[in-house]
């Protein structure tokens, strides 16, 4: 009896995790903010958070950046910004 080979998944067959779970991955990490002149927010992300956004947007298969908007995003919304 021959055994099946196994076969791996290419990124549009994995599952996806929910893109929505930016709070969790900021509660965890760290982000500064800090006001420049104007309406113009500069965010400082740590190495960690960052390593973690990677991570993240790869399970959720969308691009790093995205995935960085979506938790400043949330961010902002809990802070009340």
């Known amino acids: 009896m021959e055994m099946p080979k196994r076969v791996r998944k290419t990124v549009a067959e994995a599952p996806l995790i929910d893109p929505t779970k930016a709070k969790q991955l900021i509660s965890h990490g760290r982000m500064t ?24 947007s790869v399970e959720a298969s969308i691009s790093r950046s995205s995935y960085i908007k979506m938790a400043i995003l949330e961010k902002l919304e809990r802070d009340g910004k």
């Open 33 to 56: 903010e800090s006001k420049v002149a104007g309406k113009q927010v500069c965010l400082k992300i740590s190495p960690e958070l960052l390593r973690r956004c990677d991570e993240a």
